[in-house]
């Protein structure tokens, strides 16, 4: 089901750059158009698929190997949310979420089938206000399993 995130992300940079790339307000208009009713599409698919899909979109703006969940997890959240991951066909994740709790969140995923790999560094949500980088942020890996 990656593939599917995959070809969303390219067909929304697609509809961006039409919008960009718009010589007229008619067609500037006829881009947007085209880009709402995309939107429109994505939310068709549900809410699972949307969390997954702007963390996607987000993992591949900020150059990161797989998605990153780096909000508050709820414990109770876990079991559905593994479910929604092995549903749509993503095999690896992080997290880098520092909110209050966030070990006991790791060892919910473990819990629920879940492998722990490790530690590594990514690139989090925060940008350097000088250079325009990505901070470095300490994350746990998984595999979903």
Do not use: H
Not at 22 to 35: D, H, L, M, S
Not at 110 to 136: A, H, P, V, W
């Amino acid at each position: 089901m990656t593939k599917a995130f995959a070809e969303d992300f390219k067909k929304a940079r697609e509809l961006r750059k039409a919008i960009d790339a718009a010589e007229t307000p008619e067609e500037e208009q006829a881009a947007r158009e085209a880009y709402r009713e995309f939107r429109v599409e994505l939310e068709d698919k549900g809410i699972a698929y949307n969390r997954f899909y702007r963390a996607y979109a987000e993992a591949q703006n900020r150059s990161n190997a797989c998605i990153d969940f780096s909000e508050c997890i709820w414990e109770k959240e876990i079991p559905q949310l593994v479910t929604d991951l092995k549903a749509y066909g993503i095999e690896e994740f992080t997290l880098s979420s520092t909110w209050s709790g966030s070990v006991k969140v790791a060892w919910g995923f473990q819990q629920n089938g879940c492998i722990l790999e490790g530690m590594e560094e990514i690139s989090g949500t925060s940008r350097d206000f000088k250079t325009g980088d990505y901070e470095k942020v300490p994350a746990f890996k998984f595999k979903v399993s």
